[in-house]
C-alpha cells in the first residue's frame, strides 16, 4: 500500500449486535467452470454489491486444488433476514438451479457468525493486481477465558493492521457459542512470505507465547487460500483484471 493509504475505520461491535459474517465452502467436480458455462451460470456478484445490506465479498480458490473455493461474506443484518430476502433474491435463482450439478458434495455453509472487529485497507486499482492470499484462524476458547482472550488478540490485530502487507481482517464471533471465534485475513504475497516475515515479527512471537493458555484446543488455520476476488460497496478486485 503506498504512503498516502490511510487504513478504514476500525470497526468494533458488540456480539449480536455486529454485522452477519459467514463462510462458505464448495467441492466443486472437475470441469465445473467449462460446464456452468454451457448451463448458464450467473454469476451476480456485480448486482449483490448493490443490495442495501451488503458489506463485502471475497473468493479464493485452494492453491493446490481449484476445484476448492470458499467464500467469505459480510452482510449487515440478521441470518434470518439473509436466508429469507436475500437468498431469494430473482438474481439467484439460476445460480441456485445450477449449482446442485457442478458440486461433488453439498455446499457448507457456516452461517452462525456475527462480525465484532474489523479493519480494511482502502482497494487501490493500481495495486490490486498484486498477488493476495487469504486465511482463517479458528479458535476455541476455554469458557470464561473470551476476554483475556480478547485482551490478547486485540493488541496484536491493532499492530498488524499497520504492516504494509496488511489487506484487511474479520473477526467473527459465534452467536449461540460465545467461546468459538475465527478471523479471516488478507494480506499482500504468499503464504509463504508470510510465513517468513509477518510471523517472525516480535510482537507475534509475544502474542503466540500468550495465547496458546487461554485455548480450549488447538488453533485450526486455512492457509492454502488464493485471493480471485474481492469486493466491498465502493470498490472490487479481480485476479483477472
Known sequence: MSDQSVAKERRV?????GPLGFIVHFD?????EEERTRQGYVDFIETMRQEPTFVSFFRLEDWANPNRVV?????????????????????????????????ATPREMQMDW???????????????????????????????????FRNVLDPLLDTMSTETRFVNYFLLQHE????RFVIYETWLGT??????????????????????????????????????YAADRGSCFSDSE
Open 28 to 32: 466443486f467436480k472437475p470441469g465445473w
Open 114 to 148: 456475527r462480525l465484532v472487529r474489523s479493519q480494511s485497507q482502502p482497494l487501490e486499482p493500481a495495486l490490486d493486481k498484486r498477488e493476495k492470499f487469504g486465511f482463517f484462524v479458528h479458535f476455541d476458547v476455554k469458557p470464561g477465558k473470551e476476554r483475556e
Open 13 to 17: 461491535v458488540p456480539v449480536g449486535q
Open 71 to 103: 467464500l467469505y461474506e459480510t452482510w449487515n443484518c440478521s441470518k434470518e433476514y439473509f436466508l429469507e430476502i436475500e437468498m431469494k433474491r430473482p438474481y439467484r435463482e439460476v445460480y441456485e438451479r445450477i449449482l446442485p450439478s457442478l458440486v
Open 191 to 228: 503464504a509463504e512470505e508470510f510465513q517468513a516475515v509477518e510471523m517472525l515479527r516480535p510482537y507475534r512471537q509475544k502474542y503466540e507465547a500468550a495465547v496458546a493458555g487461554v485455548l480450549a484446543k488447538p488453533r485450526e488455520v486455512e492457509r492454502n487460500w488464493k485471493l480471485l
Open 176 to 179: 449461540n457459542d460465545l467461546s
